[in-house]
């Protein structure tokens, strides 16, 4: 007989400690002093004299020696500071993660599904009968055996080639990412932080991608006035520069490092917020910044054009809603028969995730 047993219930169960309550607000913070500890402690201390986020059991002072003690941050010596450790770099992006993404657990690798049966290694539940040239390892006995029960008797069993059955397992595609993030001047321009967001979206997917897909890749590219790598350790501590938009050096960083993977499923995202205003023509810089220069848009209209051929779709994810970029963005996706998406920064990583989830191949304006 099934029973039930109730409780008094007491409103602080279940409920944060001290410590976990300021370590969500303090890893919050890093991302937006781009892991400054110095700095997200500043702040967290102007919250409690606002807020008074602690009391006199438990003080700031308390909060930092625990940090010190679980390990969270530690000293410096060779630049006299304090720093993160790696494991408040895994905090931050596993907090980035829940936040965007929800909470997902770790599956088994490869997760990408095609709807192409064969030698995989995820059982489909249907069974299909067999055909010459099917392994003996993808037989089904049970279903082979009652079969030949069913045909020929339970008192004289034999079986024969019709009654035995295939049990298929589908592939799970790999794919190797590439997410380029545009740190140019713009994307803390006019009082609004965009950096931020794209910072979030980034260690959340990598997160994703290394617990979820462990067998796909993921590659960061940023680029300003030039490109290059950078690592996932390396994200929260990603700050913008002085510089222009060349998102020709960013596609051409992203396209090298595409064509060394080896999975035949291969993308690109791109996050910005501006039009392209730079080119590296030798070692001199073109930058126009007024208008859409032809000469910059061809060069990345090329680029797309050239990704198409290779099969890598781009995807757009346009952090800004002017007309006349809403305008190159179409034509630059339309090229690559890739996809388009105008962002709020509120939704970027929502958007990103469907994308990334789903793999479908049409644009969306």
């Not at 700031?60 to 390990?71: A, P, Q, S, V």
């Not at 907090?95 to 049966?117: A, D, W």
């Amino acid at each position: 007989m099934k029973y039930f047993q109730f409780s008094k219930f007491d409103p602080n169960q279940n409920l944060k400690t001290d410590f976990e309550k300021l370590l969500d607000l303090f890893t919050q913070l890093l991302t937006y002093t781009s892991g400054d500890v110095a700095e997200a402690l500043s702040w967290l201390t102007e919250l409690d004299k606002q807020y008074e986020l602690t009391n006199e059991e438990y003080g700031m002072g308390d909060f930092i020696d625990e940090l010190k003690e679980n390990g969270y941050i530690k000293e410096d010596q060779e630049k006299g500071k304090i720093v993160i450790t790696s494991k408040t770099e895994q905090g931050i992006r596993k907090r980035s993660l829940e936040e965007i993404f929800g909470k997902l657990k770790k599956s088994r690798q490869g997760n990408h599904r095609t709807f192409k049966p064969g030698s995989g290694d995820e059982i489909n539940p249907e069974t299909r009968p067999f055909q010459f040239g099917d392994r003996l390892e993808q037989i089904d006995f049970t279903t082979s055996i009652r079969n030949a029960q069913i045909n020929h008797g339970i008192e004289s069993f034999s079986m024969n080639e019709d009654d035995l059955a295939i049990r298929e397992t589908d592939f799970k595609a790999q794919t190797s990412t590439v997410l380029m993030i545009d740190i140019s001047h713009s994307m803390i321009l006019y009082g609004e932080d965009r950096i931020t967001p794209a910072k979030k979206v980034a260690m959340a997917l990598s997160e994703l991608i290394t617990t979820k897909y462990p067998k796909d890749t993921l590659d960061i590219v940023v680029f300003g006035n030039d490109a290059w790598t950078v690592e996932i350790k390396d994200l929260p501590y990603l700050q913008v520069g002085p510089y222009h938009t060349n998102t020709v050096a960013g596609l051409n960083l992203a396209m090298d490092i595409l064509r060394r993977r080896k999975n035949p499923n291969k993308q690109i995202f791109m996050i910005t917020d501006g039009k392209p205003t730079c080119l590296k023509i030798g070692k001199r810089y073109y930058k126009n910044s007024f208008g859409m220069d032809r000469r910059i848009l061809n060069r990345c209209l090329n680029l797309a054009a050239q990704c198409k051929k290779l099969k890598i779709p781009i995807t757009t994810f346009m952090i800004a809603s002017d007309p006349y970029l809403q305008k190159f963005v179409r034509e630059f996706s339309e090229t690559n028969n890739g996809k388009a998406f105008f962002a709020t920064l509120d939704r970027l990583g929502a958007f990103i995730f469907r994308d990334f989830e789903s793999g479908r191949r049409k644009t969306v304006y």
